[in-house]
């Protein structure tokens, strides 16, 4: 009886709080314009974050993404269950549903109530958490009220209470749209790249191919994304790390756009740093785009006093980052920064392409 009502209360472009395997979460007609704005008024300070969707099966699903191999692989081994897989969107969504750049990410819920919401309604529902955005994920009603206001309160059409849900992890977050599967975010599920390696100063790093400009571009993006949250605690710090002509430049181009720079980003090795200023819808903050190609004393690197100027809401992105990487480190862990490792380099005979490894420093540990 309940999924019945709630089915009518999302085709009537309501806001319906249910239960998942990992949290409750708030789901709302994913196609229904007037639904989705109602959703993100509820949740509050999105900042263009994307939503992923609950489908019923796979079928569903690629009415709206393309699923390619890895795709399908990820959907045959772990779903249902605790993953989100990132495809190319189709368009068929919302506005706000989809990333910036065009993706989608799918769930299909290991939970008898998501899958007979989604089933029933014959559309993807949004299944992002039901807390407000930077508020405890909730794991009942009375915790999910406690953290929200009236107003939004007032916002809930309707709730299926099925009572305490066990604390378990987030799901994990998977992009595949380049020819490796990316992992944006660790969860539940457990995956083990395959073209997984060790890399200086770090942990296991994942490695990935792009074919184009834009496609690394886009990664940087990506990757921005899985990061915003941490921005709004500690600084963000890219140390790029390749060749002449690998990419650096490019990928920091793929940050200036996602933080919505309008200026042009160009390298900055003549004058050794650029700062713009950004905002992202409500957030403002700093980008400092530097080169330390032309330093040719360690002097030079500590005269530029970013220990002073790595804050809350600093993207940095450093170009030739192996020729000062060990004091880079050393500043990222007295600055509490939350930093990134990206080895890009070009593969033999493949000009446009890029063999690019990104890892996490045992210093954000």
């Not at 039901?130 to 794991?139: C, D, E, H, R, W």
């Not at 360690?298 to 000062?324: C, M, N, P, S």
Request: charge should be positive; charged fraction near 25%; proline fraction near 6%.
């Amino acid at each position: 009886m309940e999924i019945t009502q709630a089915v009518k209360v999302l085709k009537a472009h309501g806001l319906v709080i249910y239960p998942t395997e990992t949290c409750y979460g708030a789901g709302v007609d994913a196609t229904s314009k007037k639904a989705v704005a109602k959703l993100l008024a509820y949740k509050s300070r999105r900042e263009g974050k994307p939503l992923s969707v609950a489908v019923a099966d796979q079928t569903m699903a690629s009415k709206y993404v393309k699923l390619n191999t890895s795709a399908k692989n990820l959907y045959r081994k772990f779903l249902p269950g605790p993953l989100t897989v990132v495809s190319w969107g189709r368009g068929k969504v919302a506005p706000g549903v989809e990333s910036e750049t065009g993706t989608l990410g799918i769930r299909i819920p290991d939970h008898p109530v998501a899958l007979a919401l989604a089933g029933r309604l014959g559309r993807p529902i949004t299944a992002t958490s039901a807390n407000v955005s930077y508020k405890p994920k909730p794991y009942s009603i009375s915790q999910l009220l406690k953290h929200t206001s009236r107003k939004q309160q007032s916002l809930i059409d309707f709730i299926i209470d099925v009572g305490k849900l066990p604390r378990r992890p987030a799901s994990t977050v998977v992009d595949t749209t380049l020819d490796d599967p990316l992992i944006l975010r660790e969860g539940k599920i457990k995956l083990l790249h395959s073209r997984s390696e060790k890399f200086p100063h770090s942990g296991s790093a994942e490695s990935v191919t792009t074919h184009s400009p834009q496609e690394t571009s886009d990664l940087a993006q990506k990757l921005m994304l899985a990061h915003w949250n941490d921005l709004q605690k500690k600084p963000l710090l890219f140390l790029l790390i390749g060749d002449l002509g690998s990419g650096k430049t490019q990928f920091a181009k793929g940050i200036g756009r996602f933080l919505k720079i309008p200026q042009t980003i160009v390298s900055p090795t003549y004058t050794i740093e650029r700062e713009y200023p950004f905002r992202r819808y409500k957030v403002f903050g700093k980008f400092l785009h530097l080169d330390t190609w032309r330093l040719s004393h360690i002097e030079e690197f500590y005269q530029l006093h970013l220990e002073d100027r790595l804050k809350t809401k600093t993207v940095a992105a450093v170009e030739w980052a192996g020729r000062t990487l060990k004091p880079l480190l050393t500043l990222a862990q007295k600055s509490r920064a939350r930093v990134v490792l990206v080895n890009l380099k070009t593969p033999p005979h493949q000009k446009a392409a890029r063999d690019i490894t990104i890892s996490t420093p045992k210093t954000n540990r």
